[in-house]
């Protein structure tokens, strides 16, 4: 059974720093990882799709990395901004999407 | 606007009531899901139907019923409605179980008093 781990849960940072999100999972046998970002009272975003052949995506400020070997992937978000405080998850694919927890970063002015 | 949309975004009801939640997508894709997220914001897959045809079904009480009339639609039926049932339920679709375009509606919150 996939469990999917995120550290950490949360995450408060002044804006214009680097930062990185882990994730974690126990079934490395997937098709592919997903980070998608959630605002408060809203649905799911999909940011970032890496299939299992690769190593990273990047779309803008984003850059996702996955090592399926050993059950990992990171979002590193750059120059981060106050509107990128939300929620990201990340779900790896194997059969159906299984989310982890999520962490909730805050960008401060 | 291309988009999932699902209503109501808010229902409000007592324990022991039917409820239903329409699902509507107008990507072209073949593939929806329903996903709940609980109080602690854990988000679980419920139903998936690719082609009207239901390929995931996790262990969700039978009564949650979910109904695909064509593969734009997927809607959700509640019966009996228990306050454990209370959360924020997503639908969602993709092009293919592969999850490549993967998109979600904003939710309906349900609460059950």
């Known amino acids: 059974k996939q469990e999917v781990t995120q550290i950490p849960a949360a995450l408060s940072v002044p804006e214009g720093e680097n930062l990185v999100l882990n994730c974690s999972f126990t079934?490395?046998?997937?098709?592919?990882l997903q980070w998608f970002r959630q605002d408060p009272g809203k649905g799911l975003t999909s940011l970032l799709l890496?299939?299992?052949?690769?190593r990273e995506q990047t779309s803008g400020r984003l850059n996702a990395s996955l090592d399926k070997s050993s059950g990992r992937s990171t979002l590193y978000i750059a120059a981060s901004q106050p509107g990128d405080s939300a929620t990201y998850l990340c779900?790896?694919?194997?059969?159906?999407?299984?989310f982890g927890q999520g962490t909730t970063l805050q960008v401060k002015p | 606007d291309t988009a999932v949309s699902q209503t109501p975004k808010y229902l409000v009801t007592q324990m022991g009531n039917d409820k239903s939640i329409k699902c509507e997508q107008n990507?072209?894709?073949?593939?929806m899901y329903w996903y709940k997220q609980d109080s602690k914001k854990f988000l679980k897959i419920m139903f998936s139907?690719?082609?009207?045809?239901?390929?995931i079904n996790e262990t969700v009480p039978n009564r949650f019923s979910p109904k695909s009339p064509d593969k734009a639609h997927l809607n959700l039926h509640i019966n009996s409605l228990e306050l454990g049932d209370s959360a924020v339920y997503f639908c969602?679709?993709?092009?293919?179980?592969?999850?490549?375009?993967?998109?979600f509606g904003s939710g309906t919150r349900l609460t059950v008093v």
């Open positions: 969602a679709s993709s092009q293919g179980s592969g999850g490549v375009g993967y998109t």
């Open positions: 079934d490395s046998a997937i098709y592919n």
């Open positions: 890496i299939q299992s052949s690769q």
């Open positions: 779900a790896p694919k194997a059969g159906k999407l299984i």
């Open positions: 990507l072209g894709h073949d593939t």
């Open positions: 139907y690719n082609n009207k045809e239901l390929i």
